[in-house]
């Protein structure tokens, strides 16, 4: 078996190219929105989308013509690509983004308020950007919540390389204003060309922000629910090697769906040297959130594990496995992604484990 070493997932990065970018809405009136808001706006957009690039009266992709060029299913309802094996038998393929909706769980938003969430576009998706920026203002004027309360698109950010993985938990947070506007509502218009950059680009500046303050032991606090599976149970627990595990699944799945030319990977001697790693310490606790499912009429509850949790490394293993880590900080975890689920930062090791803040485990 083959060592492991930081040139695999560097190889495998470079193959991806994403674009970071933020969407800054102002109420215009009265809303109501739940305490998580990503299905909200995955709902919203994904809508708007459809009606913004559909050429069918009566919406039905099934029976399209266009179906196999047409952007929306490529970006909502992602196919698995025939030519790969990996994916044989298979009836959806990863989506290329994952959104990022506020924390923030505050359910009233007064005239002027602003709402702001993110949105991470993969390979071909990014060349879309133009009619996501249209569904997001359609979808704001059509309303969001209960009520419809209607929301106006201010502007859209398109993170730099050096300032796109700056978080809240980063000491100093020193890149974290670096951002270009896009577009303005003053405006109307965008001004952004498809300039994208590889994955790899993303993961060494973010080590070059951690390898000046993480120590052996690396802590990661997950803030939405995280929904891994073993042989489809749903996990309480994420020892490194299920971590480790999860996010090569995911990294190597979203190359191969869209990316360029990506290089092959052998993930077992990963696996393997994760078994080693232990766990020191963890505050996990399980998270129900309940949305309704348009397709299925239905309401549905999708629960994850959300705390801290906190790994040993020797120094030749924070330094094999830190981009890994850095990778499904910007790609998350488990299912349900493009809703926002998943999510987690890399936290710096010297704040005390007590000061971590309490998160809420009902999540309505």
Same mark, same amino acid.
């Given at each position: 078996m083959s060592r492991p070493s930081p040139s695999d997932i560097m190889n495998v990065a470079q193959a991806l190219r994403l674009g970071v970018f933020e969407f800054h809405w102002r109420? &215009? &009136?009265?809303?109501?929105l739940p305490r998580f808001k990503?299905?909200?706006?995955?709902?919203a957009?994904?809508?708007?989308?459809?009606?913004?690039?559909?050429?069918?009266?009566?919406?039905?992709?099934e029976c399209c013509l266009v179906r196999s060029t047409?952007?929306?299913?490529?970006?909502?309802e992602t196919p698995p690509p025939a030519e790969v094996p990996a994916f044989r038998g298979q009836r959806t393929a990863p989506h290329p983004y994952v959104l990022e909706p506020p924390l923030e769980e505050k359910e009233h938003y007064a005239p002027g308020e602003t709402l702001t969430f993110g949105l991470l576009l993969l390979g071909r998706a990014l060349t879309y950007l133009p009619y996501l920026i249209l569904a997001v203002e359609q979808a704001g004027r059509r309303g969001l919540g209960r009520g419809r309360a209607r929301f106006a698109l201010d502007a859209v950010f398109a993170r730099k390389v050096s300032g796109a993985l700056a978080r809240s938990g980063d000491p100093g947070g020193e890149s974290r204003h670096r951002s270009i506007t896009i577009y303005d509502s003053s405006s109307g218009r965008i001004t952004w060309n498809v300039e994208a950059v590889p994955? &790899?680009?993303?993961?060494? &500046?973010?080590?070059l922000q951690l390898d000046r303050h993480?120590?052996?032991?690396?802590?990661?606090?997950?803030l939405t629910p995280a929904r891994v599976r073993v042989d489809g149970d749903l996990q309480d627990d994420l020892p490194f090697d299920l971590l480790v595990r999860n996010v090569l699944r995911r990294l190597w799945q979203l190359a191969l769906v869209h990316g360029e030319n990506a290089p092959p990977f052998d993930p077992h001697p990963w696996i393997e040297r994760a078994r080693g790693i232990p766990t020191i310490r963890q505050t996990l606790a399980w998270r129900d959130w309940e949305r309704y499912s348009h397709r299925q009429r239905t309401k549905m509850r999708l629960g994850g594990v959300v705390g801290d949790i906190e790994y040993e490394l020797n120094e030749q293993d924070r330094s094999l496995f830190l981009p890994l880590l850095i990778v499904g900080e910007l790609l998350h975890i488990g299912t349900a992604t493009t809703f926002?689920?998943?999510k987690y930062e890399i936290r710096v090791s010297e704040s005390s484990w007590g000061a971590s803040h309490k998160i809420n485990t009902d999540l309505r």
């Open positions: 109420a &215009e &009136e009265d809303a109501h990503g299905s909200t706006i995955r709902g957009l994904g809508g708007a989308f459809k009606r913004a690039v559909c050429i069918r009266a009566d919406g039905d992709c047409c952007s929306y299913p490529y970006v909502f994955l &790899e680009a993303f993961i060494r &500046e973010r080590q993480v120590s052996n032991r690396v802590r990661l606090r997950i926002g689920l998943g």
